[in-house]
């Protein structure tokens, strides 16, 4: 695809990447239209389906609330939409919160007292909820009860507070940040992976059905070769190759038109943008492909630190493309690779050509001449 590293800026730090996997404004309204509403409408995680069916279809057997779930795993691979199908396979209804919006264990419990008999509480983001919001949990998780404390000092007393028994599915992007009592209590912890290609190629299938979108083959190849393993990802590329194709062509995806509208929005086909491309490129180009450290590599691209380091490189590491090293940030020949640049022949390889090649030479390979 056409790429002019010299002239193209990366985004800014708050501009909105195609690729982010974090839900955006557009995303939010079409999602809903987008999910899955059962566990057979589900594609992929396939070990995580047929787990998460047994421990329904237990508790539906038994007439009883199913066990606490943790989700965990990167944004956009479906743990709302698994809450969803855990309320839905439950026929109980669902009340969506996340740890941030619970600042105080007063907020909590007032969630907590308020659910339903069976209904599933989503917790998202449950790591960053406050400490003693989390203590609460533990009680309420355990023996569906909590100690609310009323009055201050010493003379605060606990009153004890019977809840219906309920579901708490957690769900979270770092499953190591959360204390092991917490993760103890879940009954069922589930680690989501990103899809494979061709899971993801079934994800762009059924959207465009539901978008009443045209894609042959092809074109669902494309686009999810593009989509950094993540089904958010790959409905998001989707709907801008939908509008390429409508504005450009007929209105069918095929590969060529995926491959011209991604092209206009600067996701190649590995699904790097112009933010991981200028990384790469200012990796290789100015500093030989490395080994140098982030604040550097940050000022030649004109990024902040952390938007180098959290929005860009961790896609770019589980490409293979570039090593995170105590000396600093490496580029992998894969780098070299993508960007169509030929890797600087390093003088102890220099040194080791100029044997093979010089009469008389100690190399092992051809001596001219000879
Ligand atoms: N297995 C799947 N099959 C089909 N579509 C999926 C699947 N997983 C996710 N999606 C789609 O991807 C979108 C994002 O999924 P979802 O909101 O559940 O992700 P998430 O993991 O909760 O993200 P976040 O961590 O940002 O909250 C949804 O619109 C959903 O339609």
């Known amino acids: 695809m056409d790429w002019d590293e010299n002239t193209t800026a990366p985004p800014t730090e708050g501009e909105e990447r195609l690729v982010g996997a974090g839900a955006d404004g557009e995303d939010q309204a079409v999602e809903a239209a987008l999910r899955p509403k059962d566990l057979g409408e589900f594609i992929g995680q396939a070990k995580v389906r047929e787990q998460l069916d047994l421990v329904l279809r237990a508790a539906r057997a038994r007439g009883s609330a199913a066990d606490h779930v943790?989700?965990?795993g990167a944004p956009g691979l479906g743990k709302t939409t698994l809450s969803m199908i855990i309320a839905a396979e439950m026929d109980a209804p669902i009340r969506i919160t996340s740890g941030p919006a619970i600042q105080h264990a007063g907020d909590l419990a007032a969630i907590l007292s308020s659910l339903q008999e069976g209904e599933?509480?989503?917790l998202d983001e449950i790591h960053r909820m406050s400490r003693p919001a989390e203590e609460m949990l533990y009680m309420a998780m355990e023996d569906y009860r909590v100690d609310v404390i009323v009055g201050k000092g010493p003379g605060a007393t606990a009153i004890p507070l019977e809840l219906p028994a309920f579901t708490l599915v957690g769900a979270t992007t770092r499953a190591g940040l959360?204390?092991?009592p917490l993760r103890d209590r879940f009954g069922f912890t589930a680690h989501m992976e990103y899809y494979e290609p061709a899971e993801l190629e079934a994800v762009i299938h059924r959207s465009a059905r539901l978008l009443d979108v045209s894609t042959d083959a092809e074109g669902a190849v494309e686009i999810a070769g593009r989509s950094r393993g993540?089904?958010?990802i790959a409905n998001r590329l989707l709907r801008r190759v939908r509008d390429y194709a409508q504005v450009k062509a007929d209105g069918v995806i095929t590969r060529e038109i995926a491959s011209r509208a991604l092209a206009v929005y600067e996701v190649d086909e590995r699904g790097l943008d112009r933010l991981d491309r200028g990384v790469l490129h200012a990796l290789l180009k100015l500093f030989g492909g490395g080994p140098v450290?982030?604040?550097t590599l940050a000022v030649a691209v004109g990024e902040e630190r952390e938007t180098v380091e959290e929005v860009a490189e961790p896609f770019l590491v589980r490409e293979g493309l570039l090593a995170r090293t105590p000396r600093g940030r490496v580029a992998t020949p894969a780098a070299w690779a993508h960007?169509?640049?030929v890797p600087p022949v390093s003088p102890?390889?220099?040194?080791q050509q100029t044997a093979r090649h010089t009469p008389g030479g100690t190399g092992q390979g051809p001596v001219s001449g000879a």
């Open 70 to 72: 943790l989700l965990s």
């Open 120 to 122: 599933v509480l989503f």
């Open 178 to 180: 959360l204390p092991p």
């Open 230 to 232: 993540t089904p958010r």
């Open 293 to 295: 450290g982030l604040s």
């Open 339 to 341: 960007l169509g640049l």
């Open 348 to 351: 102890q390889q220099a040194g």
